[in-house]
């Protein structure tokens, strides 16, 4: 899904849509429990892939060869 997106905006788009469907969700009442962990799987693929962006620019490395990682491994990390 995160595949095509090619530059920070894509990804500022898509994760400002995500956002926006959650609060919907959580707004809504009757929320579906599995659609709010995908929908927080999403995001957090999603700022990933902005960091990993980002920090290939700081280091003067080409942002658009940073990869979506899988949610495994996202939802994987240490807070």
């Known amino acids: 899904m995160l595949a095509g997106m090619t530059s920070?905006?894509?990804i500022l788009k898509r994760i400002q849509?995500?956002?926006?469907?959650e609060h919907s969700l959580r707004g809504?009442?009757?929320?579906?429990?599995?659609?709010l962990r995908?929908?927080?799987e999403q995001l957090d693929q999603c700022w990933d892939l902005l960091r990993q962006r980002r920090a290939r620019r700081?280091?003067?490395e080409d942002p658009d060869e940073a990869t979506?990682?899988?949610t495994e491994t996202v939802e994987g990390y240490r807070q």
């Open 58 to 60: 700081e280091y003067d």
């Open 8 to 10: 920070d905006e894509d």
């Open 28 to 35: 809504g009442g009757g929320t579906d429990p599995d659609r």
């Open 38 to 40: 995908h929908l927080e």
């Open 17 to 21: 849509g995500l956002v926006d469907e």
């Open 68 to 70: 979506a990682r899988s």
